[in-house]
């Protein structure tokens, strides 16, 4: 039997601190200084050290240009500044890699990824075997034989046959699938819309780029006129994204020995950051030290005298987040007999806390039947019980309202505290089936959220940022796209595996983030008096609906058809001939090279772009941009609204329900969606018909509350601003004194046109507006809007004063709150890029009033709600669009409902001028509005 071949292990030392520090909690040591990225680097390179490798090195980027900026100036240029908190672990990291032993390798002019390229050849060519312990797919390019991928944060190891399976592709197509979909990151073009999917599927038919390329013609569709519109850049872009495995270098593989740990500096390290495992393993004698933590378990796990001296979360309280106790696979019961069913139903009496999860047919929860439960009452120990799973073959099930029978009591019992991720979806699908759930006491999706609002808070990504776990996805157990079962068609065992690790991942995710919130009294209040409450809310909400005349719909439809059709026409004779008002390409070549128009909007590609920005930058030069904007907008309408919603009618309930999203907006507002009622548009006629179809049953009417003017409101509190505070106390029409202000004149003497100008500054400001975007929007020149600016912050200087403590809170802090404390983080306000930080600054302004807005109105919901469910059965909010709530009440009940609306909404919260609440009744929603 030969002997085994020698291994060289290559850290990609650049992107493994960033990548921890976005996968793991913000933690920090007694004396502050932060220590999340460091930890889960140290974990890592421990991890690597126990496997013992001949050869091993720690590859960093060099400061400075690469290469890849001479090709490409743009290259990398829209990746954000590094964290202040990032920045601070480097040192320490880079003096922790040096003291365990590892060769430190940095080479001017290239990146760490074309060393470790270049090491990784003449490694595999001298009979090296090679290990890339990375998690960037860009290296699935030199995976051959002899050369593997390992995340160590994920445990998961890419081989060839791994490439293929994850990405559709073999590793010699990975640069081509790259330079296809481009990357945001490093902000390498690529053929937009162009997914995973798509570049995988052009790379089966076609073989390679080049093949690609030259079937471009062949390619139907938008995405193929994008193919085709990128074509010019992919060659750059497959050179940008190709790793060099060609680089100079001072010493090969066969010198990257690893030398003996420097005991002394480790323990010093250790000690400082609180590394409390490594430090024991390091004190252990000799090599045989007990094994390191994985990326992501906590440094005080494992032995008693580590209980007290632990990593910390920011609030200085220890943080289960990285416990081992919440890492790895759990233990699942399949729970089909009477006796094991009386076992969990005894468990779930018993327990403080239940993490509860349900699986079904379908993602709507309106129409969803249920296919089985999981539960969870400790980390690692979770049942599934299968209701109807109806494949041939399958296993008896316990009847489903046996089930019910014994669970219903728990499930509605308020007393009994719940756990759910997205509780809302389970709620509403109980709900569906009888089961009315209460005493949801927290959401693993919310406290995510509420935390960091714009990071991702679905439990995959939750599962490997704070427990280092990859859990098992819909698509592994029931396929992919066109040949995707129905979860009903998946084998019991495997679903099993499946729901209970749901169950189970989401109580552990409550365990590492509910000590976050526990120890931030702000986030807290947040989180239980504002997100959690509004759930059951939203769930009432949806699960009433809203009902619609679909025969006013379809009449709408047809007349938005004849308008398209006239649109089009119209179009053509522009044109001088017939062409595709849908087709791009074919408007980029009328507009640009047959009208010879400006082109002032480019895509990231450099063409011309015909977007609804470049139309209404060209559309005072000729008629036909306002034409195509004209046609889109009722094609939009007709697709999104008169055509779909009768469609979507529930046949059960007989009404249009759509879904809430609570954390998507990072202001905190809610989204809307399948369908979207947020966007019908007010300001046209043909958006106020559509609303005209969302009407009362008989004997009953629609009323809608809205707030006038509440992020004006919003900033006459925050600003303390004596004259905003005036003109609102005074009831003045705000936009008019602003007018009055700006111009100098009488509010009487105020036209039209002046207050159109200051009703642009009041909203402008709001979202930070610069002179050029607000002469833009006014048709001025920029001097001009410069000048009302000025004027307006002479006479409001306390707006002045606002804004600019409120940029400098943010460039501080790196984020901005609302009133009641909810956190907007701001990733690039200290940005060295101009654009980024200018975006930034202009979120840091608008979020205090946006997000403030939201709590508001939300609140306002909480509130309406509890007393709308102690009166009879008169009244139901249908519907909340941004500032509105839209009410389905009874014709004789209109009066007290409106009075207790108006009450409510107006006492949600306490500003130094008066909430006002406009609210209007009609047969429908136009009429009320």
Same mark, same amino acid.
């Given at each position: 039997?030969?002997?085994?071949?020698?291994?060289?292990?290559?850290?990609?030392?650049? +992107?493994?601190?960033?990548?921890?520090?976005?996968?793991?909690?913000?933690?920090?040591?007694?004396?502050?200084?932060?220590?999340?990225?460091?930890?889960?680097?140290?974990?890592?390179?421990?991890?690597?050290?126990? !496997?013992?490798?001949?050869?091993?090195?720690?590859?960093?980027?060099?400061?400075?240009?690469?290469?890849?900026?001479?090709?490409?100036?743009?290259?990398?240029?829209?990746?954000?500044?590094?964290?202040?908190?990032?920045?601070? !672990?480097?040192?320490?990291?880079?003096?922790?890699?040096?003291?365990?032993?590892? /060769?430190?390798?940095?080479?001017?002019?290239?990146?760490?990824?074309?060393?470790?390229?270049?090491?990784?050849?003449?490694?595999?060519?001298?009979?090296?075997?090679?290990?890339?312990?990375?998690?960037?797919?860009?290296?699935?390019?030199?995976?051959?034989?002899?050369?593997?991928?390992? *995340?160590?944060?994920?445990?998961?190891?890419?081989?060839?046959?791994?490439?293929? $399976?994850?990405?559709?592709?073999?590793?010699?197509?990975?640069?081509?699938?790259?330079?296809?979909?481009?990357?945001?990151?490093?902000?390498?073009?690529? =053929?937009?819309?162009?997914?995973?999917?798509?570049?995988?599927?052009?790379?089966?038919?076609?073989?390679?780029?080049?093949?690609?390329?030259?079937?471009?013609?062949?390619?139907?569709?938008?995405?193929?006129?994008?193919?085709?519109?990128?074509?010019?850049?992919?060659?750059?872009?497959?050179?940008?994204?190709?790793?060099?495995?060609?680089?100079?270098?001072?010493?090969?593989?066969?010198?990257?020995?690893?030398?003996?740990?420097?005991?002394?500096?480790?323990?010093?390290?250790?000690?400082?950051?609180?590394?409390?495992?490594?430090?024991?393993?390091?004190?252990?004698?000799?090599?045989?030290?007990?094994?390191?933590?994985?990326?992501?378990?906590?440094?005080?796990?494992?032995?008693? +005298?580590?209980?007290?001296?632990?990593?910390?979360?920011?609030?200085? #309280?220890?943080?289960?987040?990285?416990?081992?106790?919440?890492?790895?696979?759990?233990?699942?019961?399949?729970?089909?007999?009477?006796?094991?069913?009386?076992?969990?139903?005894?468990?779930?009496?018993?327990? @403080?806390?239940?993490?509860?999860?349900?699986?079904?047919?379908?993602?709507?929860?309106?129409?969803?039947?249920?296919?089985?439960?999981?539960?969870?009452?400790?980390?690692?120990?979770?049942?599934?019980?299968?209701?109807?799973?109806?494949?041939?073959?399958?296993?008896?099930?316990? /009847?489903?309202?046996?089930?019910?029978?014994?669970?219903?009591?728990?499930?509605?019992?308020?007393?009994?505290?719940?756990?759910?991720?997205?509780?809302?979806?389970?709620?509403?699908?109980? #709900?569906?089936?009888?089961?009315?759930?209460?005493?949801?006491?927290?959401?693993?999706?919310?406290?995510?959220?509420?935390?960091?609002?714009?990071?991702?808070?679905?439990?995959?990504?939750?599962?490997?940022?704070?427990?280092?776990?990859?859990?098992?996805?819909?698509?592994?157990?029931?396929?992919?796209?066109?040949?995707?079962?129905?979860?009903?068609?998946?084998?019991?065992?495997?679903?099993?595996?499946?729901?209970?690790?749901?169950?189970?991942?989401?109580?552990?995710?409550?365990?590492? @983030?509910?000590?976050?919130?526990?120890?931030?009294?702000?986030?807290?209040?947040?989180?239980?008096?504002?997100?959690?409450?509004? =759930?059951?809310?939203?769930?009432?909400?949806?699960?009433?609906?809203?009902?619609?005349?679909?025969?006013?719909?379809?009449?709408?439809?047809?007349?938005?058809?004849?308008?398209?059709?006239?649109?089009?026409?119209?179009?053509?004779?522009?044109?001088?001939?017939?062409?595709?008002?849908?087709?791009?390409?074919?408007?980029?070549?009328?507009?640009?090279?047959?009208?010879?128009? /400006?082109?002032?909007?480019?895509?990231?590609?450099? !063409?011309? +772009?015909?977007?609804?920005?470049?139309?209404?930058?060209?559309?005072?030069?000729?008629?036909?941009?306002?034409?195509?904007?004209?046609?889109?907008?009722?094609?939009?309408?007709?697709?999104?609204?008169?055509?779909?919603?009768?469609?979507?009618? *529930?046949?059960?309930?007989?009404?249009?329900?759509? #879904?809430?999203?609570?954390?998507?907006?990072?202001?905190?507002?809610?989204?809307?969606?399948?369908?979207?009622?947020?966007?019908?548009?007010?300001?046209?006629?043909?958006?106020?018909?559509?609303?005209?179809?969302?009407?009362?049953? $008989?004997?009953?009417?629609?009323?809608?509350?809205?707030?006038?003017?509440?992020?004006?409101?919003?900033?006459?509190?925050?600003?303390?601003?004596?004259?905003?505070?005036?003109?609102?106390?005074?009831?003045?029409?705000?936009?008019?004194?602003?007018?009055?202000?700006?111009?100098?004149?009488?509010?009487?003497?105020?036209?039209?046109?002046?207050?159109?100008?200051?009703?642009?500054?009041?909203?402008?400001?709001?979202?930070?507006?610069?002179?050029?975007?607000?002469?833009?929007?006014?048709?001025?020149?920029?001097?001009?809007?410069?000048?009302?600016?000025?004027?307006?912050?002479?006479?409001?200087?306390?707006?002045?004063?606002?804004?600019?403590?409120?940029?400098?809170?943010?460039?501080?802090?790196?984020?901005? $709150?609302?009133?009641?404390?909810?956190?907007?983080?701001?990733?690039?306000?200290?940005?060295?890029?101009?654009? !980024?930080?200018?975006?930034?600054?202009?979120?840091?302004?608008?979020?205090?009033?946006?997000?403030?807005?939201?709590?508001?109105?939300?609140?306002?919901?909480?509130?309406?709600?509890?007393?709308?469910?102690?009166?009879?059965?008169?009244?139901?909010?249908?519907?909340?669009?941004?500032?509105?709530?839209?009410?389905?009440?009874?014709?004789?009940?209109?009066?007290?409902?409106?009075?207790?609306?108006?009450?409510?909404?107006?006492?949600?919260?306490?500003?130094?001028?008066?909430?006002?609440?406009?609210?209007?009744?009609?047969?429908?929603?136009? $009429?009320?509005?």
């Amino acid at each position: 039997m030969s002997e085994p071949r020698p291994r060289l292990v290559l850290v990609d030392g650049s +992107s493994y601190l960033y990548r921890a520090f976005h996968a793991l909690p913000p933690l920090t040591n007694a004396a502050g200084e932060p220590t999340g990225a460091l930890f889960g680097v140290v974990n890592m390179l421990r991890t690597i050290l126990k !496997q013992k490798p001949a050869y091993a090195a720690f590859v960093q980027d060099a400061p400075g240009p690469t290469f890849r900026d001479a090709l490409y100036p743009a290259y990398k240029a829209t990746r954000q500044a590094t964290p202040e908190d990032l920045i601070a !672990q480097v040192e320490p990291m880079m003096a922790i890699v040096a003291a365990l032993g590892f /060769p430190i390798l940095r080479v001017d002019g290239v990146e760490a990824d074309d060393v470790i390229g270049t090491l990784a050849k003449r490694a595999v060519a001298a009979g090296i075997d090679v290990t890339v312990s990375t998690g960037d797919k860009d290296f699935a390019q030199l995976v051959e034989s002899g050369i593997e991928l390992v *995340n160590t944060m994920t445990n998961t190891t890419l081989d060839a046959a791994a490439v293929m $399976e994850k990405f559709g592709v073999r590793p010699d197509q990975i640069v081509d699938y790259l330079a296809l979909m481009g990357d945001s990151v490093d902000n390498i073009p690529g =053929v937009e819309k162009c997914g995973p999917k798509t570049a995988a599927k052009w790379l089966a038919e076609y073989g390679s780029l080049d093949g690609v390329i030259a079937a471009a013609e062949k390619v139907g569709g938008k995405i193929g006129e994008n193919l085709r519109k990128a074509l010019p850049q992919l060659p750059l872009s497959r050179q940008l994204a190709t790793i060099k495995t060609d680089v100079e270098l001072d010493r090969g593989p066969a010198d990257l020995h690893l030398r003996d740990r420097d005991v002394d500096a480790l323990r010093g390290l250790y000690k400082r950051y609180e590394f409390n495992a490594a430090l024991k393993e390091l004190e252990a004698t000799g090599a045989s030290a007990a094994s390191p933590a994985r990326a992501g378990e906590s440094a005080n796990a494992g032995t008693e +005298s580590d209980t007290g001296s632990g990593v910390r979360g920011n609030d200085g #309280s220890e943080t289960e987040a990285v416990d081992s106790a919440l890492a790895g696979p759990g233990d699942y019961e399949l729970v089909t007999t009477p006796e094991r069913l009386d076992a969990w139903v005894a468990k779930l009496r018993d327990a @403080q806390l239940i993490a509860f999860d349900s699986e079904t047919t379908s993602l709507d929860p309106m129409r969803a039947e249920i296919v089985g439960l999981s539960f969870a009452v400790e980390p690692k120990s979770a049942c599934y019980i299968p209701l109807g799973h109806d494949y041939p073959g399958a296993p008896a099930q316990l /009847p489903r309202e046996a089930v019910f029978a014994v669970l219903r009591p728990i499930l509605e019992d308020a007393q009994r505290r719940k756990l759910g991720q997205h509780a809302k979806y389970d709620i509403n699908v109980l #709900s569906n089936a009888g089961v009315a759930v209460r005493g949801v006491a927290h959401d693993t999706m919310l406290e995510s959220y509420v935390l960091h609002s714009t990071w991702r808070h679905d439990m995959d990504t939750q599962a490997k940022r704070l427990l280092g776990y990859d859990t098992i996805h819909y698509e592994d157990v029931a396929g992919k796209g066109a040949k995707q079962i129905s979860f009903s068609q998946v084998d019991v065992d495997t679903a099993c595996r499946y729901a209970a690790e749901d169950a189970d991942v989401t109580l552990r995710l409550h365990r590492a @983030q509910w000590p976050q919130l526990e120890g931030d009294a702000q986030l807290r209040s947040v989180y239980e008096t504002i997100e959690m409450p509004l =759930v059951p809310v939203l769930a009432r909400m949806e699960q009433r609906g809203v009902l619609i005349d679909a025969a006013a719909l379809k009449r709408q439809s047809h007349e938005l058809a004849r308008r398209m059709h006239e649109l089009t026409e119209r179009a053509h004779a522009l044109a001088g001939h017939a062409f595709s008002l849908d087709s791009t390409k074919q408007l980029g070549a009328i507009l640009f090279e047959e009208l010879k128009l /400006p082109a002032l909007v480019k895509t990231p590609g450099g !063409q011309p +772009s015909t977007n609804e920005e470049a139309l209404e930058a060209i559309a005072d030069q000729h008629e036909l941009p306002r034409v195509i904007l004209d046609y889109r907008s009722l094609a939009k309408l007709r697709s999104t609204y008169t055509e779909k919603l009768a469609e979507i009618v *529930n046949p059960r309930t007989g009404r249009v329900h759509t #879904s809430y999203g609570q954390a998507t907006a990072a202001t905190g507002r809610l989204s809307s969606s399948d369908p979207n009622l947020q966007n019908i548009p007010i300001r046209t006629e043909e958006g106020r018909r559509i609303r005209q179809a969302f009407v009362a049953p $008989e004997g009953w009417r629609i009323v809608a509350a809205d707030y006038s003017q509440i992020e004006l409101r919003i900033m006459a509190h925050l600003s303390g601003d004596a004259g905003l505070l005036a003109a609102f106390h005074g009831n003045q029409d705000i936009h008019r004194a602003t007018a009055a202000e700006v111009f100098g004149l009488p509010q009487g003497e105020v036209d039209a046109n002046q207050r159109r100008a200051a009703k642009a500054i009041n909203f402008g400001l709001m979202y930070g507006m610069s002179a050029f975007g607000l002469a833009r929007q006014l048709g001025v020149p920029r001097g001009e809007a410069q000048d009302y600016m000025a004027r307006y912050f002479s006479r409001y200087p306390g707006v002045q004063t606002f804004m600019e403590e409120t940029r400098e809170k943010a460039r501080r802090d790196g984020y901005v $709150e609302t009133l009641f404390g909810r956190r907007l983080y701001l990733d690039y306000i200290n940005s060295r890029n101009q654009a !980024q930080r200018a975006g930034a600054e202009r979120a840091a302004i608008n979020a205090p009033m946006q997000g403030t807005a939201a709590d508001i109105i939300k609140r306002a919901m909480i509130a309406v709600d509890a007393w709308l469910l102690e009166q009879e059965d008169g009244a139901r909010m249908l519907m909340q669009v941004h500032d509105e709530l839209v009410f389905e009440v009874r014709a004789d009940r209109i009066d007290a409902v409106v009075a207790g609306v108006r009450e409510r909404m107006a006492a949600a919260a306490e500003l130094a001028v008066p909430l006002v609440v406009d609210v209007g009744v009609g047969a429908n929603w136009d $009429e009320a509005h």
